[in-house]
């Protein structure tokens, strides 16, 4: 759990504030994604990348470590180390998403959705452009070379053929 914070926490003292991060945690990997204020969601996302690199690592130390935080909730923890881990085991970070959704109706609170970004990893768009950009200079040379050596014969043919020509005429 990280240092809390100075000044207000939410909803009450610091022990109701780790009970509510481990609730919301808990329920954040048995749903996915969970609808919240937005200051939940931001106090929530480094709780919540922690658990999940602790069951990427799978072994029972981190398995112990995990039920510390989600304490007697053993399906978020089952889920995250069953399911949640090996989906996001090529994943090097930022295993959560936050997106705002606008205010709550009744008391105007600005809300958000937090989710786990579950998606294979993409490679990154620079290597990909690098490693194409090569061939298609390669590509790009080779047809305009052959262009300019036909270019260059066809001429040479013209004129041994006009040659004998000029030569029959005279």
Do not use: C, W
């Not at 085991?89 to 105007?108: L, P, Q, S, V």
């Amino acid at each position: 759990m990280p240092k809390p914070t100075k000044g207000p926490r939410l909803g009450g003292g610091p022990a109701h504030e780790r009970l509510l991060l481990a609730n919301l945690a808990a329920q954040l990997f048995e749903h996915r994604s969970i609808t919240t204020t937005e200051t939940k969601a931001k106090r929530l996302r480094p709780l919540a990348e922690r658990l999940v690199t602790l069951a990427k690592r799978g072994d029972l130390h981190a398995r112990r470590r995990a039920m510390t935080v989600l304490r007697s909730n053993k399906d978020a923890a089952h889920v995250l180390f069953t399911e949640i881990a090996p989906l996001v085991a090529e994943r090097e970070g930022g295993y959560t998403r936050i997106t705002k959704i606008g205010n709550r109706k009744g008391d105007n609170a600005p809300m958000a959705v937090i989710e786990l970004v579950l998606e294979p990893v993409a490679p990154k768009k620079k290597a990909a452009k690098k490693a194409a950009a090569p061939k298609a200079e390669k590509v790009e040379e080779a047809p305009a070379e052959e262009v300019v050596e036909e270019a260059a014969e066809a001429p040479v043919e013209e004129t041994a053929a006009e040659a004998p020509a000029e030569e029959k005429a005279e």
